[in-house]
């Protein structure tokens, strides 16, 4: 794992996409504060960039760092949560303005998987986390159901089983900052 975590980094520190396993399901990641990344990955999955990214952090302390204000009620949420869960954040900082929503809000993630906490971890930074398919295409489920033109559009595939044994996208609740919580998707 640890020889896959320094290529990943290399990459992402370059401004490259990986292909890579995630809490949910496989994912296709860049640097969440490289415009050109968040660019690259938009053009790949042939998706609008009005359409927000998930951006994955290790851990609350990173969230805090790129989050204005973290509303009590997330700690809550992330506590209690059951499953992997990201929570639409208003007014983030420190990320690439194509990925923060037309609203000023951006979805993150704290990472409950130990491999994206040991890569995030390293790279010091969010990392997008982005379903691995063309945009309008379902959610491969597994590794093999990850569209050719996905696996050649990335600059390095992570060469990792998959661990999630029944993988499913998050949930996503949005957070305002006047308290309100709404379920986008369960």
Not at 72 to 99: H, Q, R, S
Not at 137 to 156: A, R, S, W
Request: hydrophobic letters at 40%; charged letters at 25%; a negative charge.
């Amino acid at each position: 794992m640890i020889e896959e975590i320094n290529n990943c980094n290399k990459i992402l520190q370059e401004g490259g996409l990986i292909l890579y396993p995630t809490d949910t399901v496989w994912g296709i990641g860049c640097d969440a504060t490289n415009t050109e990344a968040v660019k690259k990955v938009y053009a790949l999955k042939k998706r609008e960039d009005t359409k927000a990214l998930i951006c994955l952090v290790a851990n609350q302390a990173m969230l805090e760092r790129h989050v204005k204000e973290v509303p009590d009620v997330a700690y809550d949420i992330m506590d209690l949560a059951t499953k992997p869960t990201t929570i639409v954040f208003d007014e983030p900082m420190g990320i690439a303005d194509n990925l923060v929503a037309e609203d000023n809000t951006l979805a993150i993630r704290v990472a409950s998987d130990k491999f994206c906490q040991y890569l995030i971890n390293k790279f010091r930074k969010p990392i997008v986390s982005t379903s691995a398919n063309i945009s309008g295409n379902p959610t491969p489920k597994q590794f093999n159901d990850i569209d050719e033109e996905i696996l050649k559009g990335v600059d390095y595939v992570v060469n990792l089983q998959d661990e999630n044994k029944n993988p499913s996208p998050s949930s996503i609740i949005k957070l305002s900052s006047d308290g309100q919580v709404k379920v986008i998707r369960e």
